[in-house]
Antibody, heavy 120, light 109 residues
Framework: QVQLVQSGAEVKKPGASVKVSCKAS????????MHWVRQAPGQGLEWMGR????????KYAQNFQDRVTLTRDTSISTAYMELSSLTSDDTAFYYC?????????????WGQGTLVTVSS | EIMMTQSPATLSVSPGETATLSCRAS??????LAWYQQQPGQAPRLLIY???TRATGIPARFSGGGSGTEFTLTISSLQSEDFAVYYC???????????FGQGTKLEIK
């Protein structure tokens, strides 16, 4: 079945970077945008950006424009999200989620989430 | 930027009854709207896309409606597993943007 499996929880110090992976299976990885969404503890969902796995083209939300980098490795059907200059405000669950076309669409399925904790 | 506003923030409804959740866009998004359900400790799950189309495997008691700027998610005959947080999300093409509402918590009355 269509599935997204993310890498495990991370603990980082302020100022560091984190890189989260998202491995896709059960469908053609290059066929749909891959999105990343953040959820701080007890808070709502915040769209961070997306990558076109076929071309590598990216679009980022303004709030993350300067600190996030989305990449992919099509040979292993895996997308990556790297967030730099971490602060305690970046402590959150990070989800990958597949789009359903090239272009803006709904998001499904979602990965299980990766908890990133930023603490000194 | 398109803003999405959900109401109410919390909705208390008894099992077996009907819940109606609202989502308003700051400008017209035609029918480019999705609804998600999130259970505690879980990832969001797609319920509805294109404002009114149920996703695969979603029970018929979930229905979506609206277009333009006003949208609703109706859940009839509420069951225990329906009590969760619900988010709406817009996806627009010109320019390409994605925005979530702040969520509605549906709790047992």
């Amino acid at each position: 079945q269509v599935q997204l499996v993310q890498s495990g929880a991370e603990v980082k110090k302020p100022g560091a970077s984190v890189k989260v992976s998202c491995k896709a299976s059960g469908y053609s990885f290059s066929a749909y945008y891959m999105h990343w969404v953040r959820q701080a503890p007890g808070q709502g969902l915040e769209w961070m950006g997306r990558i076109n796995p076929y071309s590598g083209a990216t679009k980022y939300a303004q709030n993350f424009q300067d600190r996030v980098t989305l990449t992919r490795d099509t040979s292993i059907s895996t997308a990556y999200m790297e967030l730099s200059s971490l602060t305690s405000d970046d402590t959150a669950f990070y989800y990958c989620a597949s789009g359903n076309d090239f272009g803006p669409t709904w998001l499904a399925p979602w990965g299980q989430g990766t908890l990133v904790t930023v603490s000194s | 930027e398109i803003m999405m506003t959900q109401s109410p923030a919390t909705l208390s409804v008894s099992p077996g009854e009907t819940a109606t959740l609202s989502c308003r866009a700051s400008q017209s998004i035609t029918n480019n709207l999705a609804w998600y359900q999130q259970q505690p400790g879980q990832a969001p799950r797609l319920l509805i896309y294109e404002a009114s189309t149920r996703a695969t495997g979603i029970p018929a008691r979930f229905s979506g409606g609206g277009s333009g700027t006003e949208f609703t998610l109706t859940i009839s005959s509420l069951q225990s597993e329906d009590f969760a947080v619900y988010y709406c999300q817009q996806y627009s093409n010109w320019p390409e943007t994605y925005t979530f509402g702040q969520g509605t918590k549906l709790e047992i009355k």
